[in-house]
């Protein structure tokens, strides 16, 4: 099973751009499709964005189009989500997520992944 880290949360102000990496190890990663979710405080978490295994597929949350893209790159394990224009209200605990997966396919609800990071905080003042 692929254990996943997430790294580059941060505080930035409105506007600014962020990229978020999660590194996959002990497995094959390019088994795994990939999904970032977050939550914010008080909130239930979320979808953001998914991939397929070979990156060919994603999908994005309506909130999140068009400022977030997320992309991944097989040779180094990793999954990205570059964040721009960002808002006060991207402010939430990000965590990347895996499962095993047929070529093409991706996943946008929380109970399709069964392994999880730890999460990574942004934070976007205004």
């Known amino acids: 099973q692929v254990q996943l880290v997430e790294s580059g949360g941060g505080l930035v102000q409105a506007g600014d751009s962020l990229r978020l990496s999660c590194t996959g190890s002990?497995?094959?990663?390019?088994?795994?499709?990939m999904g970032w979710f977050r939550r914010a405080p008080g909130q239930e978490r979320e979808f953001v964005a998914a991939?397929?295994?070979?990156?060919?597929?994603?999908s994005h949350a309506n909130s999140v189009k068009g400022r977030f893209t997320i992309s991944r790159d097989n040779a180094k394990n990793t999954v990205y989500l570059q964040m721009s224009s960002l808002k006060p209200e991207d402010t939430a605990v990000y965590y990347c997520?895996?499962?095993?997966?047929?070529?093409?396919?991706?996943?946008?609800?929380?109970?399709?992944?069964?392994?999880w990071g730890q999460g990574t905080q942004v934070t976007v003042s205004s």
């Open positions: 997520a895996a499962r095993l997966a047929v070529t093409g396919a991706y996943y946008i609800t929380e109970t399709e992944y069964g392994t």
């Open positions: 002990g497995s094959t990663f390019t088994s795994y499709a």
């Open positions: 991939i397929s295994t070979a990156g060919t597929k994603t």
